[in-house]
Each structure stands twice: as structure tokens, then as C-alpha cells.
């Protein structure tokens, strides 16, 4: 069962993904072929249904050309306003 912080995370990261994905024009079809994923499972980590693995997560940040730090620090901006919100 996870805490009402964990869920905020984890919407953080999925609407810093979202974000990322759009601003690189980038469709989830486009995203999960260079993150060598499916495009489901890239729409499930993106409507929270779904955590990615440390691996899945640095195989993103290649695919949106974002090193793993700034990647982190879109999450831990959005996972803020989410909180302020």
C-alpha cells in the first residue's frame, strides 16, 4: 500500500515525463522506441498506473536526452507544486 507522499511522487513523475515527452515533440509511440519500451507501458507510467524500474527510468532519460539529475529535478518541481496544490 503505498502513502499519500508516494502517490504524489509518482504523479510528479508522471507529469514531468508527460511534460518532457511533449516539449521534445516527442508522441509515446516515438518515446517508447528509443526507450526500447512499449507505448503502453510508457501511457501506464504516465497515468500513474505503473512505477519504472531504475533501469526503465535511465533508459527515459536517454531517450529525452536529459541526464538522470535533471530529470529528478523536473520530478521533485512537479511533485512540489502537486503538494502546493
Given at each position: ?72 529535478s523536473e520530478i ?10
Open positions: 500500500m503505498s502513502s499519500p507522499n508516494t502517490d504524489q511522487l509518482l504523479a510528479g513523475f508522471a507529469q514531468a515525463l508527460k511534460r518532457l515527452r511533449k516539449d521534445r515533440k516527442l508522441s509515446q509511440q516515438e518515446l517508447a522506441q528509443r526507450a526500447e519500451r512499449s507505448m503502453q507501458y510508457i501511457s501506464l507510467l504516465e497515468t500513474c498506473r505503473y512505477q519504472p524500474t531504475l533501469e526503465t527510468l535511465v533508459l527515459i532519460c536517454s531517450a529525452l536526452d536529459i541526464s538522470l539529475s535533471d530529470f529528478a521533485e518541481r512537479e511533485h512540489k507544486a502537486i503538494q502546493e496544490a
